[in-house]
């Protein structure tokens, strides 16, 4: 969803000594899963949902509805969770989101992990929309992971240039019709690992933005993939390995997740220019409990996203929020830093409140930096803090309603959604 801007003129103390630590806590903590002699279990942690509530036990004793008798044990059932809510949107107005999430299972729930599947259609009646729909589904026993993500939108948002370019107040509104198309199929070859390859589109038409009479090229000094209601075509496939020890994507309760992609965008596939690009995400997930019914924990995430060659469209660029599940930069405006190579760090703590597991809240902060004009990557840092509430809507697969309020220098605002961030 888009994030609401206000203007705050303030601004917040931080420490560059937070974004490094960051960095060292995760990569000790993966360089100690490698460590000989200690090999990574797959995540099992289960719940006893029969002593946990969601919000549709709460609609069934409000409709006096019989649950069934015993758990499901068959791993065929399916999880719905729902979510419609209104937010404003860049450029001006009001959007309805509607957020579904599927979670399932293709085999037995012991030995396959559980799938999901979100469609999250947005619209202002007004011509502006989007019909994003993203896959992660696991084949019977984990022997296959297919992933997905398709993109049909036409909306508006912000630029400020690349790296530090332009200031906060100092943004041009960019429009333009946007279709994605990305598939991943993904074998497993040893215990947790999988490798596989895949396509990915990505085609921009009718590129509109202005600013007092300049145009988007001028703005941004930038000559690729900027011409005015120009268009914007990446058309490539990718190499991908991924190591996953979740059990559950849609709410890991512990486990480690890494993903790297290498991905070539030949002429022969219709690109203007040959350019390819590395994305590397890493990800743990600390318990401070045993009791899988008790939510408390440290989610730790780290990206890295870098392209390596220079004739690369605009829009293609790393860019904040754009990550694979553009769940990224909480406390920045989607978009607010891009450039040819950008760093990510986040750590976020989470925690029950109820010991039903139907409230819950989580603390987190963020850094990012990137390369471009007036910043260096690794040497000028961006940095977010903030909290958010958790409400089960569904125990079955974890799902939660999210609400998160973020800030950084400069803009703050509000996030809703389904399932967790990461």
């Known amino acids: 969803m888009k994030k609401r801007h206000l203007h705050i003129r303030h601004d917040v103390p931080y420490s560059k000594l937070i974004s490094f630590s960051l960095l060292f806590t995760i990569l000790y903590n993966f360089s100690f899963a490698q460590r000989p002699g200690y090999e990574l279990e797959p995540s099992r942690s289960k719940a006893d949902t029969t002593k946990q509530r969601d919000l549709i036990d709460i609609a069934k004793d409000f409709l006096n509805i019989e649950p069934p008798k015993g758990p499901d044990s068959s791993g065929k059932s399916i999880y719905f969770s729902f979510l419609p809510f209104s937010t404003t949107v860049p450029g001006g107005g009001q959007a309805l989101i509607t957020s579904t999430t599927a979670g399932f299972f293709t ?6 992990n559980m799938s999901r599947v979100t469609f999250t259609p947005y619209t202002n009646f007004k011509g502006r929309f989007g019909l ?13 992971v297919i992933i997905g993500d ?12 690349l790296g530090r370019q332009h200031s906060e107040d100092d943004k041009m509104l960019v429009d333009y019709t946007y279709f994605r198309f990305y598939q991943h199929a993904l074998r497993k070859f040893k215990r947790n690992f999988f490798a596989g390859l895949g396509y990915n589109l990505d085609y921009r038409t009718n590129i509109d933005a202005e600013k007092n009479g300049v145009l ?3 703005y941004v000094d930038y000559p690729y993939g900027t011409d005015d209601f120009g ?24 486990g480690y997740y890494a993903y790297f992609q290498y991905r070539i965008n030949p002429k022969f596939l219709g690109n203007d220019h040959f350019w390819s690009s590395v994305y590397l995400d890493l990800r743990k997930y600390i318990r401070f409990t045993e009791d899988p019914n008790r939510q408390n924990m440290l989610g730790l995430w780290s990206y890295y996203w870098s392209v390596l060659n220079r004739q690369v469209p605009y829009l293609d660029l790393p860019s904040i929020g754009w990550d694979v599940y553009n769940r990224s930069g909480r406390g920045f405006d989607q978009n607010r830093f891009r450039g040819r190579h950008l760093f990510y760090l986040e750590a976020e703590y989470r ?9 819950g809240f989580v603390l987190f902060t963020n850094a990012n930096t990137v390369s471009g004009p007036n910043s260096n990557i690794f040497k000028d840092w961006n940095q977010a803090y903030g909290g958010g509430l958790r409400i089960k809507f569904n125990k079955g697969s974890g799902t939660n309603i999210a609400i998160d309020y973020g800030r950084s220098k400069g803009f703050s605002g509000f996030q809703i959604g389904l399932d967790e961030v990461f």
């Open 150 to 161: 398709t993109r049909l939108m036409k909306y508006p948002q912000y630029t400020w240039g």
């Open 107 to 112: 085999g037995n729930r012991k030995t396959t």
């Open 231 to 254: 268009r914007s075509l990446s058309s490539g496939l990718s190499f991908n390995f991924l190591y996953d020890t979740r059990a559950n994507s849609i709410n890991p309760l512990d």
């Open 351 to 359: 925690r029950d409140i109820t010991n039903n597991g139907l409230l």
């Open 132 to 144: 994003p729909i993203r896959s992660y589904v696991w084949l019977k026993n984990n022997e296959w």
């Open 216 to 218: 988007l090229r001028d």
